[in-house]
């Protein structure tokens, strides 16, 4: 038993989590909705990393540039950099995020999950969840 948990963390942190990810942020109640689509790009060089994320919901959306770093091969610490662009309603303004996220094997697939906090100019964001999956590329 002890060497099938140990098999399964070894091969967690082996991983290389660049890639295409897609899946779901969550905003707690009193947020402009309770869900968004989130992908994210993300590119692993040794334990930095880089890359994209894409967030929308109707016709706004914002594509942010983040970066961060991967503990242990499966804890992640990421944030919002900078807005490359977007689109949002008068008044409105994207949060710049911080997400603590764990790279998790569920089905033999990589999944990243964890929770994320945000401000704006003016005020704290309403925090949430975040959902990913990896999205393998097809020949």
């Known amino acids: 038993?002890?060497?099938?948990?140990?098999?399964?963390?070894?091969?967690?942190?082996?991983?290389?989590?660049?890639?295409?990810?897609?899946?779901?942020?969550?905003?707690?109640?009193?947020?402009?909705?309770?869900?968004?689509?989130l992908e994210m790009w993300l590119v692993q060089k040794g334990d930095s990393i880089t890359g994209k994320s894409f967030v929308f919901v109707d016709n706004i959306y914002a594509e942010m540039n983040i970066s961060g770093s991967i503990t242990g091969g499966f804890y992640l610490r990421l944030k919002d950099e900078h807005i490359v662009s977007h689109e949002v309603l008068k008044g409105m303004e994207w949060c710049f995020k911080s997400y603590q996220l764990l790279v998790k094997s569920k089905e033999n697939n990589l999944n990243i999950e964890g929770s994320w906090q945000g401000k704006t100019s003016f005020s704290e964001c309403i925090p949430g969840k975040i959902y990913l999956k990896r999205i393998v590329p097809r020949a």
């Open 1 to 37: 038993m002890t060497f099938l948990i140990l098999g399964t963390i070894s091969g967690i942190l082996a991983q290389d989590i660049s890639g295409h990810w897609k899946g779901k942020i969550t905003q707690d109640d009193g947020g402009y909705r309770p869900e968004y689509v």
